[in-house]
């Protein structure tokens, strides 16, 4: 199923099982954008992201670590 900048928590998700020991604190928005649309799924424009939507993937990625 294809990921979009809209699929917050499924992004998220993705992210942790491709690294679980990664502190997702450490990355900057460049960094994390870049491991966005680098995941295998993804299919949506990467202009399309804006610092609102990598803080709502930072946020469900730490959560996804609890």
Do not use: C, G
Request: glycine share 0%; proline share 6%; no cysteine.
């Amino acid at each position: 199923m294809e990921l979009h900048w809209s699929d917050v928590q499924r992004i998220a998700e993705e992210l942790y099982d491709a690294d679980p020991d990664l502190d997702p604190l450490t990355l900057s928005f460049v960094k994390l954008h870049d491991m966005v649309v680098k995941l295998p799924d993804f299919a949506d424009d990467p202009q399309k992201s804006n610092e609102q939507i990598l803080e709502a993937i930072l946020q469900a990625w730490l959560n996804e670590r609890d």
